[in-house]
């Protein structure tokens, strides 16, 4: 009776074993895919919904969940229905390795999707990794989701920081020449990734100075700035810290031209915080890779507004609103092509394969040996307090490569609305 027991106790031990193995790796569909049923798909985000990054980036999740919504109305994908679960880290790295945590252990989502930062999503890598959830379109210019061999699972979304500093520091160099160029940027990889770029282009940046989230003062920083004679000021900004720069260099009498990278430069958030002085704005440059949320003959544009009208309690439609529904938009393309046998395996492949397109002004880069997002941007220039693209649409890499005009062309949206299988 005891070697009976003991015998049936190992044939569970080992088939649970076995589940366990399938469900990390992906397996098939038919129940041991964490979160994939026959009617439910369950994806998970870490998002700044509150802390020093929570303006306008709090409103990215939101966006998301609207465009899910609408499709869900239609019937989903594949007859399920997508489940958005999105939690709050407050653009804390302890806090995000938290709720990530929480995401697969005890929601068992099937991936995450588009978590947000730089220094907050550093920190999940090992730990998605290591439990084989599909880490998809992280909200963030890093380089380090590009690294294929090392994180397999690990996709990016925006240009990367490289890149797109390459591409502002071409606009230095042809339309600012001679004059004296600085930079400003976060303290991490994001800051250092973008002034790599500039000084691709321009060399040897004049001055340079850095900032922590946690210290909402750059009055030192830009003091320095305009000591050195700066005549131009690259920054790497989150929202709130572009609006405290612009704000601090007015106060001491400094007005250099800013070149603002796209992740701090939306100016409807950055209009807000700077309130009564928003007009500081105009002039400023800055580059996108999306339709711009002013552009109502877009009908990318018409799309998102019918979607944040009817399915995000018509929250004010900004770039930030675009950015969240255009990532979700890449989702269920990339949901469609995964197929009905959804697994974690078949997600990654569908992704490595690219051939996507949406709202995009260049071309996405994904591939077997390249993990990165879109592979360039346009510039904009704000204008009566509206972003505005002038010029053209350029790609790059983040290397030695040439920043030259983009081959890619705009398409337009399904009539639906939603990408086809």
Not at 50 to 79: C, E, H
Not at 100 to 113: G, N, P, S, T
Not at 116 to 145: I, M, Y
Request: aromatic share 8%.
């Amino acid at each position: 009776m005891k070697r009976t027991t003991a015998v049936f106790l190992a044939v569970l031990l080992f088939a649970g074993a076995c589940d366990g193995s399938a469900s990390q790796g992906g397996g098939s569909s038919g129940g041991n895919v964490p979160g994939v049923t026959d009617s439910e798909i369950v994806v998970g985000t870490h998002m700044p919904l509150t802390g020093p990054a929570a303006a306008g980036y709090s409103k990215i999740a939101p966006a998301s969940k609207a465009y899910f919504d609408f499709v869900n109305a239609a019937g989903g994908i594949n007859g399920r229905k997508i489940t958005y679960k999105v939690k709050d880290d407050g653009y804390n790295p302890a806090t995000t390795q938290q709720v990530v945590r929480e995401l697969v252990l005890q929601d068992k989502v099937f991936a995450i999707m588009g978590g947000l930062g730089t220094p907050t999503h550093s920190g999940v890598l090992d730990f998605l990794k290591t439990n084989k959830v599909p880490d998809l379109f992280v909200a963030s210019g890093s380089r380090s989701w590009n690294q294929p061999d090392k994180y397999p699972g690990t996709f990016g979304f925006n240009p990367d920081y490289t890149v797109e500093g390459k591409i502002l520091g071409t606009y230095v160099k042809e339309n600012l020449a001679g004059k004296k160029a600085c930079f400003l940027g976060q303290d991490d990889d994001f800051g250092q990734d973008s002034l790599a770029g500039i000084e691709k282009i321009l060399g040897a940046v004049v001055a340079k100075q850095t900032y922590v989230t946690s210290n909402p003062n750059v009055g030192p920083q830009m003091g320095a700035l305009k000591s050195a004679g700066c005549e131009v000021v690259l920054l790497a900004t989150i929202p709130g810290f572009t609006a405290l720069s612009i704000g601090t260099a007015a106060k001491i009498g400094f007005k250099p031209q800013f070149v603002v990278s796209n992740v701090g430069s939306d100016p409807a958030t950055v209009g807000k915080a700077l309130g009564a002085a928003a007009p500081l704005l105009e002039g400023v440059v800055s580059a996108n890779y999306l339709p711009l949320n002013t552009d109502d003959t877009s009908p990318w544009i018409q799309l998102f507004k019918k979607v944040n009208e009817q399915y995000n309690a018509g929250a004010e439609f900004d770039n930030n609103v675009v950015y969240g529904m255009s990532v979700a938009y890449l989702f269920v393309q990339s949901l469609q092509a995964a197929g009905k046998d959804l697994t974690r395996d078949g997600i990654l492949a569908a992704v490595k394969k690219n051939g996507f397109q949406g709202p995009g002004l260049v071309p996405l880069r994904f591939s077997d040996k390249d993990h990165s997002g879109y592979g360039g941007e346009q510039l904009t220039k704000v204008q009566d307090g509206k972003a505005v693209y002038f010029g053209q649409a350029y790609t790059t890499d983040d290397a030695d490569g040439a920043v030259q005009p983009s081959t890619g062309q705009a398409v337009t949206p399904p009539q639906n609305g939603i990408p086809a299988a």
